[in-house]
């Protein structure tokens, strides 16, 4: 059975770092993209960044560029997001998806597996 599990968020001061762990189990990372999204109550889920373990593509939205950097364990099945320089309109549910099409991108319907989402608190 295909699950995800996401770790690691907490407050953090302005400036801070954080590392978002994703535990992936019943996937095969060659096949799939990676995804990780962010959500305020009251807003739309959007992306955040992506990497595809078919061909390694990797891309970052706009207001992470610079600082956050995602990566992958494949022997512990498991996707990061290194967060830095974090900043108070960071705060958000951090979710990490699953794409099966294997091609990195940013759009929701595509991702057919979700986590239950962690909570990343900035406090300026």
């Known amino acids: 059975e295909e699950q995800l599990v996401e770790s690691g968020g907490a407050l953090v001061q302005a400036g801070g770092s954080l590392r978002l762990s994703c535990a992936a189990s019943?996937?095969?990372?060659?096949?799939?993209?990676i995804g990780w999204f962010r959500q305020v109550p009251g807003k739309e889920r959007e992306g955040v960044s992506c990497?595809?373990?078919?061909?390694?593509?990797?891309y970052y939205t706009d207001f992470v560029k610079g600082r956050f950097t995602i990566s992958i364990d494949v022997f512990k099945r498991t996707v990061y997001l290194q967060m830095n320089s974090l900043k108070p309109e960071d705060t958000a549910v951090y979710y990490c998806?699953?794409?099966?099409?294997?091609?990195?991108?940013?759009?929701?319907?595509?991702?057919?597996?979700w986590g239950q989402g962690t909570q990343v608190t900035v406090s300026s």
């Open positions: 990497l595809s373990g078919s061909d390694g593509t990797i």
């Open positions: 998806a699953v794409d099966p099409h294997g091609t990195c991108g940013l759009v929701k319907i595509y991702y057919d597996y």
């Open positions: 019943g996937f095969t990372f060659d096949d799939y993209a």
